[in-house]
Nanobody, 122 residues
Framework: QVQLVESGGGLVQAGGSLRLSCAAS????????LGWFRRAPGKEREFVAA????????YYTDSVKGRFTIFRDNAKNTVYLQMNNLKPEDTAVYYC???????????????WGQGTQVTVSS
């Protein structure tokens, strides 16, 4: 049974930073394209970032490029999202996933954790 536990969210002022973590359990995910999505109030879930398993290539939605960095620690079965220069429009619940379709930037898995709330004040 795959379990995902996101953490690291919080309240931060605009321009601040947060590092989100997603610990996966149930099996190793070394060969998975991992990713982060977010859902802002009143909006659909949207793609944020992904990491391709075999070469570490990364993908980002345009609004976070240059500010967010996705990386993983295979030994800990954990994927991270470093978020710098946060903006109020980054406010959302952030979720990780263990399988991303890199052609469409959509999740391939229906397994989600509880998410972690990120709130950025102006």
């Amino acid at each position: 049974q795959v379990q995902l536990v996101e953490s690291g969210g919080g309240l931060v002022q605009a321009g601040g930073s947060l590092r989100l973590s997603c610990a996966a359990s149930g099996r190793a995910f070394n060969y998975n394209n991992l990713g982060w999505f977010r859902r802002a109030p009143g909006k659909e879930r949207e793609f944020v970032a992904a990491l391709r398993w075999y070469d570490g290539n990364t993908y980002y939605t345009d609004s976070v490029k240059g500010r967010f960095t996705i990386f993983r620690d295979n030994a800990k079965n954990t994927v991270y999202l470093q978020m710098n220069n946060l903006k109020p429009e980054d406010t959302a619940v952030y979720y990780c996933t263990v399988a991303v379709n890199l052609a469409t930037m959509t999740p391939l898995s229906d397994k989600w954790g509880q998410g972690t709330q990120v709130t950025v004040s102006s």
